[in-house]
């Protein structure tokens, strides 16, 4: 499976980011999917993870009520929309096909978010 992210970019603190991640060879319909992010020094960390179907969500607590996640199986691609931006959110955001609590399956090459204060 390769998986390409998009979306990241620079931004000011409140503004909103909507990241992609495609998938491609083979489809991802029937696995869980995650965001995961990583900021300079910092441990890499999952934020979001939605089930094979999109009924069930997980995010954590930093991103709860700000950042939801979804899916398109048709077009095999997995979303983060990202409102009310904080400058703790920069980061290197990556998605994840599989995700358990601190590894995944597959991993994308990741996408640069950066929140100005």
């Known amino acids: 499976v390769q998986l390409q992210a998009s979306g990241g970019g620079l931004v000011q603190a409140g503004g909103s980011l909507r990241l992609s991640c495609a998938a491609s060879?083979?489809?991802?319909?029937?696995?869980?999917m995650g965001w995961a992010r990583q900021a300079p020094g910092k441990e890499r960390e999952f934020v979001a993870r939605?089930?094979?179907?999109?009924?069930?969500?997980w995010y954590a607590d930093s991103v709860k009520g700000r950042f939801t996640i979804s899916r398109d199986n048709a077009l095999n691609t997995v979303y983060l929309q990202m409102n009310n931006l904080k400058p703790d959110d920069s980061a290197v955001y990556y998605c994840?096909?599989?995700?358990?609590?601190?590894?995944?399956?597959?991993w994308g090459q990741g996408t640069q978010v950066t929140v100005s204060s």
């Open positions: 994840a096909v599989d995700p358990s609590a601190t590894t995944a399956s597959y």
């Open positions: 060879g083979r489809p991802v319909s029937s696995y869980r």
């Open positions: 939605v089930s094979w179907n999109g009924g069930t969500t």
